[in-house]
């Protein structure tokens, strides 16, 4: 590999002249610089990035920990993050949890020992599930800052990117409400989650400030067979003439296992699910979606970890970024 040091020596110039030429430094005479690239060009000339890095103490390269590769909510947010870290100058590198807590220690460990200056990520299930926070918060005080997406961790000081689970569901409940039905179900296979605790949440309490209302969840476990389970509980409560989705295959089993009963969506049941303009081609009528805006939220993300990293002597105070969702209204609720 050619270095600076034989670029300077064959155009007769300083190192120090050869390396403010390449980065268009004014106190470089247009010539030396015209030289000094053609030259660099000539030989195929590359900055030894480890090197770089070592001596201004940046990587200028983001550490990303999703937990699933491939939930195409997460898959879209992990391009929004690559696209917006590109265009501000930083390379991004990638790592699975796979749902799993040790795998999301390991990856902060493998990372976090000079290979990036920051991470961004999404919680794994089972992290969330036990609770714990402290890799969370031993990599911060190594001078890591870390920013939270989707499923975050409330009690983890760092700067996080949502969206507004409990108004979306709220809002939602409240629209089938308007189209008058009687009785709204609520069904998600993302108990454990804190974006399903908060979807809940919204919904219920849309669903408790009615006086002829009352709560119906069908919470389903990850060993459970979602489509007997669906179809089990629309049999049992024949009255359900509504349902609201903290998931997208979810929304989606609901309305095949509804027409698989006879009922005619979205005249006999309405159903509603959180889900991408993607995944709500798999059912007939198209699902009404609650759209989250995954790219948005990976900008976002990548935008205020750059902006930390850039700006760490001002010591900002930690944000939250909330992206609003959208409801995308189809076929399978009435107009």
């Known amino acids: 590999m050619v270095t600076l040091k034989q670029l300077a020596k064959e155009l007769n ?27 660099a060009e000539l030989y195929n000339y590359k900055p030894n990035k480890v090197a770089l890095s070592l001596k201004q103490n940046k ?23 690559e696209r917006e870290a590109t265009n501000l100058g930083y390379n ?23 290979s990036v200056d920051g991470f961004i990520l999404s919680v794994a299930e089972e992290t969330q599930i036990k609770n714990e926070i402290d890799h969370f918060k031993k990599t911060i005080s190594q001078g890591l800052p ?34 008058n039905r009687k009785n709204i179900a609520f069904i998600s296979n993302i108990n454990d989650l804190s974006v399903g605790k908060l979807r809940e949440r919204g919904y219920n309490k849309a669903i408790l400030e009615e006086n002829n209302q009352t709560p119906l969840v069908l919470k389903i476990k990850k060993k459970d067979d979602h489509q007997k389970k669906i179809k089990s509980f629309l049999k049992k409560n024949k ?33 509603i699910g959180f889900a991408s303009k993607a995944d709500s081609i798999h059912s007939l009528p198209r699902l009404t979606t609650i759209r989250q805006h995954a790219k948005i939220i990976g900008a ?16 900002e105070d930690v ?17």
């Open 13 to 39: 110039v300083s190192i120090s002249t050869v390396s403010k030429a390449l980065n268009n430094s004014e106190e470089i005479g247009e010539d030396t610089v015209k030289r000094v690239k053609e030259l």
């Open 59 to 81: 990587t200028k390269t983001i550490g990303v920990i999703i937990p699933n590769i491939l939930n195409h909510f997460l898959a879209k947010v992990l391009f929004g993050i």
């Open 92 to 114: 991004i590198i990638t790592c699975i949890s796979n749902e799993s807590l040790e795998k999301e220690k390991e990856s902060l460990l493998l990372l976090a020992n000079g």
């Open 146 to 179: 870390i920013v939270m997406f989707d499923r975050v961790a409330h009690d983890v000081l760092c700067d996080k990117v949502i969206v507004d689970d409990f108004d979306a569901t709220y809002n939602a409940t409240k629209g089938l409400l308007l189209e």
């Open 239 to 271: 009255t359900v003439d509504a349902v609201i989705a903290a998931d997208s295959s979810s929304g989606i089993i609901a309305i095949n296992t509804a027409i698989n009963l006879g009922l005619k969506v979205p005249k006999d049941i309405s159903v």
């Open 300 to 315: 976002h993300a990548a935008q205020l970890l750059i902006n930390r990293l850039e700006n760490m002597h001002l010591n």
């Open 319 to 335: 944000k939250t970024k909330i992206i609003k969702t959208s409801l995308v209204k189809s076929k399978s609720t009435l107009k």
